[in-house]
């Protein structure tokens, strides 16, 4: 095509088309960008581009300016109506020859492929490169320009052209790009630093501390135009910190750029869609269809991408979107200016689209912000997610969404969703206060309900057996929860896992409640075993109860592991001391006083005692008062261990009935030695465990208080005769049939008893209760010196560390670590056990810490002995 020769021989070109922009008074100095252009015009093509106002000129003037390079420097600023070719190829000849290359001027003013060729020669003949910056360059519609510049490019190798603009040019990119000729810079390059945002705000004299300035940042997402008019917008105010939370898109300022320089440029069609979107946040092309009822919502989000309409992809390859944050919100207010009514529908399309395909929480948020806050319970409840509200409380991201769900509200799911927040909180009274409102409202509605509503019912009279007078009905509920929860679908459970976690949990503390010590250690083990990360509050609690009940059931090497690592995962999640497992601190010290180690029984108590006060509830307080008052009976304060147990008595809501149990027999046998004989009677007369071993036992030490030896005899013989009876139990049986037997002075008998008794002791290390009758033991222990090594080992077994019997494995070792447990026990060294492994020294340590840490040792041999005693090796 011929083309019109570059001379202006009637002076008709804009003289400020080739001025370099001199430099703004609030210009900021960006050295780092600055050595990227001087990098990339090194090569033949350098590409700019980015949102409007991202300061791609003022960088590229800023440079120019510089003179970072000894070369000839032509600028020429292009706009719409450049485009032409006569015009265009007119401006860069111009531009070439001011910056001191000479071009040929073309007789007759016209000119072919031919003059390009001459054009390009005349720069090649140029002793240095020539750097062309085309600012606007890329916006320049058609592709005839482009074409000649490509042609030039390829004929020349000292050319280097610098385009800048909103979007690509239609120049075969990706081919300089394959070739290495091309560099380029987008808007995250751009985007401002939070130096570069502190430089610019001081020299608005605007004084911001580093929290602002991050918010600052945040906001913008370092947009340099956005930062600017935020300075703007601050300066000279006298409280400029605490209107940084206050900018946002449809500030005036704002809006106006944004009107201006996007909103403007958009046919009506592209606004709407716009509009429409802006109130999705990340959002896919497919939602975005659904929300707009727009099929080309694809290419329109394509091409918006495209030009940098303050649209972008989020990730790579994922196929979602986002607008700016600003641009969104000018957008959203817009539309909740023009069309209110429109606000309510678009989030209804949303929360239908998203809810159908499983994307529960921003469905549930699509809902809550079109008012429907019954449709977004439904939403959480029908999808079985009921459990995440009682795991994280209003803290989670669900729960998050629910914290304005007004209080006047009637519908029987939205009040279920207030109990599990309320659980969730651990606000238990307000939670069966709620539960009980949604039941009545329930009730009342009538008819048949849904699968994940019965589960959500059933689940939340399970979580709150334990704090309610109707415990046993676990008996019921568990199996009927579980069945439900068989039978639930597929792709629900696969989004919620924790549900059979939070079941055994819950199944674990109301049978517990209810007195099944057994079945409750059984379900709380596993529970705590299946736990998942995200769910550390929930495991924590089934561990510290599982403690505490390992310890009332005589298994005390369990019991201290298990409280160990109850102890170490509230380490690791960072809980403060009103947060700490206090359950686990009062097992902890359980174990240590049983086995009379009195100062870290003291240590414990210590640790637990300032969350045991008045007004605590559940298993915690009442523990730590049956664990005080029997280290008040170690130093002889009978009558103050004897109120410590009479309080905790009547103070115990929320105690499992096993342990309201233990606290009343301890208190009678605690009677018993104050010599308060007939108090103990009334006491024990009134338990409602008179058939169980350990009260048996105490009935028993009432008989011989009140003088009927043999009636104290048959009743205690009756209790060690019987099968399955725990070693606490058993023990104090024994011993006390020793001391019958002693009473009577029949040495035999009462050696065959205390050497039964030390036997029952030994794997555990029991020596409390062996120690409170040494008194009048004693002459037995001295005159026969296999007694007296018995008595003396449980001190030994003590101090190196009790066998762990029956073990529950709550955190199991991976295969790699128990090859690296193996080769513990050999003894090899580290180097030899990776060499074995085939891995890094690195990594065998690595095993060791974590080997260390799940089996609660601080030493390799110590760890080897428990994974024996454990049976895992």
């Not at 449809?250 to 046919?267: M, N």
Request: aromatic fraction near 6%.
């Amino acid at each position: 095509m011929p083309i019109e020769a570059f001379t202006d021989p009637d002076n008709s070109l804009l003289a400020s088309k080739f001025v370099v922009p001199a430099a703004p008074p609030f210009m900021v100095a960006r050295p780092a960008l600055l050595d990227r252009v001087t990098e990339g015009v090194q090569a033949p093509v350098t590409l700019i581009t980015g949102l409007a106002g991202s300061g791609k000129t003022q960088l590229l003037a800023s440079w120019a300016r510089s003179g970072a390079v000894n070369w000839p420097v032509a600028w020429i600023t292009l706009e719409q109506g450049d485009e032409q070719v006569t015009t265009f190829w007119t401006y860069v000849s111009e531009g070439l020859r001011r910056a001191g290359v000479p071009v040929p001027v073309v007789p007759g003013g016209v000119v072919t492929r031919a003059v390009l060729g001459r054009l390009a020669a005349a720069v090649a003949d140029h002793p240095s490169p020539v750097v062309l910056i085309l600012d606007g360059a890329s916006q320049l519609p058609g592709r005839d320009w482009a074409a000649g510049l490509e042609y030039l490019l390829s004929h020349v190798d000292r050319l280097r052209v610098v385009l800048t603009g909103r979007w690509d040019p239609p120049l075969p990119l990706y081919r300089y790009r394959l070739a290495g000729q091309l560099h380029e810079m987008r808007t995250a390059d751009l985007a401002f630093t939070l130096p570069e945002v502190d430089r610019l705000m001081r020299l608005h004299r605007v004084d911001l501390a580093e929290p602002e300035l991050a918010a600052v940042l945040e906001r913008t997402e370092g947009w340099a135009a956005g930062i600017r008019l935020c300075a703007c917008a601050l300066q000279g105010s006298a409280d400029v910190r605490s209107l940084v939370g206050t900018i946002s898109g449809d500030q005036s300022t704002i809006a106006e750029y944004f009107v201006g320089e996007v909103l403007r440029l958009q046919p009506p069609e592209t606004r709407r869609f716009l509009l429409e979107t802006s109130m999705l946040g990340t959002f896919s092309p497919e939602l975005a269809a659904a929300v707009t009822a727009n099929s080309a919502a694809p290419r329109m989000l394509a091409e918006l991408t495209r030009v940098n309409a303050f649209v972008q992809p989020v990730g790579a390859g994922t196929g979602m979107y986002r607008y700016h944050q600003l641009f969104a919100e000018l957008l959203r207010a817009q539309l909740a200016w023009s069309e209110p009514d429109e606000v309510t529908l678009l989030h209804q399309r949303a929360a239908m689209w998203l809810a159908a395909r499983g994307h529960l929480t921003e469905a549930a948020g699509h809902a809550v912000r079109a008012g429907d806050w019954g449709g977004a319970a439904g939403m959480v409840i029908d999808d079985y997610a009921f459990g995440d509200l009682v795991i994280a409380g209003s803290t989670g991201r669900l729960g998050a969404l629910f914290a304005q769900l007004p209080e006047h509200l009637e519908a029987p799911e939205a009040v279920l969703i207030r109990a599990g927040l309320a659980y969730g909180d651990g606000d238990h009274s307000r939670a069966a206060e709620q539960f009980t409102y949604a039941g009545k409202l329930l009730g009342a509605r009538g008819g048949a309900f849904g699968d994940g509503l019965t589960l959500a019912c059933l689940l939340m009279r399970l979580l709150l057996l334990p704090y309610g007078p109707e415990a046993e009905q676990v008996a019921q509920l568990a199996p009927a929860a579980k069945a439900l929860l068989e039978g639930a679908p597929e792709h629900r459970l696969a989004r919620h896992p924790e549900l059979r976690m939070l079941l055994l949990a819950a199944e674990g503390l109301a049978r517990s409640g209810s007195g099944s010590v057994d079945e409750a250690a059984r379900a709380l083990a596993e529970a705590a075993e299946t736990a998942l990360p995200g769910a550390e509050a929930v495991r924590l609690s089934c561990l510290e109860h599982l403690a505490l009940l390992e310890a009332y059931r005589g298994r005390l090497g369990r019991a201290e592991t298990i409280g160990r690592q109850a102890v170490e995962l509230a380490t690791r999640c960072g809980l403060g001391r009103d947060r700490w497992p206090a359950t686990a601190e009062v097992a902890l010290a359980w174990v240590a006083l049983e086995r009379y180690e009195i100062e870290s029984a003291d240590r414990h108590l210590r640790a637990a005692q300032p969350l045991c006060g008045p007004g605590v509830t559940g298993p915690a307080p009442t523990g730590f008062a049956l664990v005080r008052a029997r280290r008040l009976q170690t130093r002889g304060e009978l009558r103050q261990a004897v109120d410590v147990l009479a309080a905790a008595g009547e103070n115990s809501d929320g105690a499992p009935r096993w342990l309201t149990g233990e606290i009343r027999l301890n208190q009678a046998r605690l009677l018993i030695a104050a010599g308060r004989v007939g108090e103990a009677g009334e006491l024990l007369a009134g338990c409602p465990e008179r058939a169980t071993p350990d009260a048996a036992v105490t009935r028993a030490a009432v008989l011989l208080a009140q003088g009927q030896p043999a009636a104290a005899q048959e009743v205690a013989r009756t209790v060690v005769d019987a099968a399955g009876v725990p070693a606490p139990v058993a023990l104090d049986a024994w011993l006390l049939l020793a001391m019958l037997a002693a009473g009577r002075e029949d040495a035999p008998g009462a050696r065959e008893s205390l050497r039964r008794a030390l036997r029952v002791a030994a794997p555990e290390s029991y020596r409390r209760p062996v120690h409170q009758v040494w008194s009048e033991l004693r002459k037995l222990l001295r005159d026969d010196e296999r007694l007296a090594w018995q008595y003396r080992s449980l001190g030994a077994a003590s101090e190196g560390g009790a066998a762990v019997t029956d073990p529950v494995v709550v955190e199991r070792l991976s295969r790699r670590e128990l090859d690296v447990l193996r080769g513990m026990a050999e003894m090899l060294p580290t180097e030899e056990i990776a060499a074995s492994m085939y891995v890094s020294v690195n990594t065998v340590k690595t095993h060791v810490r974590s080997i260390l840490r799940k089996l609660s040792a601080s030493r390799r041999n110590e760890a080897v002995r428990r994974a024996r005693s454990l049976h895992l090796i």
